[in-house]
């Protein structure tokens, strides 16, 4: 099939404006987030209707914590220690009297029927302890992993309110996520490079967009513009910055994203 050759400048004119189009810097504002955003550490359940009053504190903003660490203790937290205490009394003396029992049974000098309810009273024991041993770890509030303090709410002697007990957040991994315009999207990919401009320093930052997100969504990082479109419809970038460190204090900021062709 021969073309005209009227239609091939245009087809070409065609195929270069896809090529700018392909290779332009995509521009966004966007926002600074630790790895897997801000997490909010609530307290255990079993609180009751009314919530959970904190009894102590074992770490301050700013602090870092360890998967797992123990952070806060509730003010139940005495009140069951001392039942766990009683039931392991209880236990220790059941078990003594299984032992005896036992003995006795080698001897011929005790009924079935006795060993039977020895070894039911230790049964009953060690359920018991287990039950107080989980209503006390209610009691203790733990890291759900290794992260930095960005926040306290619930100090010692105040409610545990709906904003939990403090905000946790990895800010070894700081993120830059770009609001990406659901026209542009096609023109993002993984491993591109991207300009971040922040607020709060001279030298804009670098990083390399790590993953994008899988839905579309409306626009949350507003402007000064305007006629900036405050209903437009975006998919969110995650760009790993080269240094997470100058921007660790900075969770939540507003900053200008310039992913890179």
């Known amino acids: 099939m021969r073309l005209s050759p009227r239609l091939i400048p245009l087809i070409a004119l065609g195929i270069s404006l896809c090529s700018v189009a392909e290779d332009r810097v995509i521009s966004s504002l966007g926002r600074l987030e630790p790895e897997n955003g801000v997490v909010q550490l609530a307290g255990p359940s079993g609180g009751g209707l009314t919530g959970s009053v904190m009894k102590s504190l074992a770490v301050a903003e700013g602090d870092w914590v360890e998967n797992n660490q123990i952070v806060a203790h509730l003010d139940s937290y005495n009140l069951r220690k001392a039942e766990v205490g009683r039931l392991e009394a209880i236990l220790t003396n059941a078990r003594s009297e299984i032992a005896r029992q036992a003995d006795l049974s080698k001897r011929s000098l005790t009924s079935a029927a006795n060993l039977d309810a020895a070894q039911m009273d230790l049964d009953i024991a060690l359920a018991d ?109 995650f760009i790993l910055l080269d240094d997470s460190e100058a921007v660790s204090r900075f969770t939540n900021m507003q900053v200008k994203v310039e992913i890179q062709p």
């Not at 770009?178 to 591109?192: H, S």
């Not at 971040?196 to 993953?211: F, H, S, W, Y």
């Open 129 to 237: 302890l287990a039950a107080a041993s989980a209503s006390l770890e209610l009691s203790v509030v733990r890291s759900p992993l290794r992260a930095q303090v960005l926040e306290v709410h619930a100090h010692p002697g105040e409610r545990v309110g709906p904003q939990g007990i403090m905000e946790l957040g990895r800010t070894d991994r700081m993120y830059a996520v770009a609001e990406v315009y659901e026209t542009d999207i096609t023109a993002v990919k993984v491993g591109q490079l991207a300009r971040i401009q922040v607020p709060a320093m001279d030298t804009p930052l670098t990083g390399k967009v790590e993953r994008i997100s899988l839905k579309v969504g409306r626009l949350d990082a507003v402007g000064t513009d305007p006629i900036a479109k405050t209903d437009a419809r975006v998919v969110e970038v």
